[in-house]
């Protein structure tokens, strides 16, 4: 075991580095209709993860909502964009 490993073989490092990624990130979550299925999960966690700044993508079909994690404040025209090209329609904020 390295000395910066804790008891539980994990990195001392990695909390830190998290808790800075969380402070510097920001979660916006938008209402998205049209999406039926694992499908539309996939084309739109595609398109809108390729977005300049977009950390992550979660996709909840049922609840017909998509959250979307950046890198400061979101581009809302962009992820509005990207939704349309994927197919569907972004509706706003949530």
């Not at 808790?19 to 039926?36: F, H, L």
């Amino acid at each position: 075991m390295g000395s910066c490993c804790t008891p539980d073989n994990s990195c001392s490092t990695t909390p830190e580095t998290a808790a800075v990624a969380v402070a510097e990130s920001t979660v916006t979550v938008y209402a998205v209709s049209g999406m039926t299925c694992g499908h539309c999960r996939t084309a739109i966690t595609q398109s809108v993860g390729t977005l300049a700044g977009v950390l992550s993508v979660d996709v909840d079909v049922a609840g017909g909502l998509v959250t979307v994690t950046t890198g400061g404040e979101p581009d809302d025209a962009a992820i509005t964009a990207a939704v349309d090209d994927a197919g569907y329609e972004l509706t706003g904020r949530a």
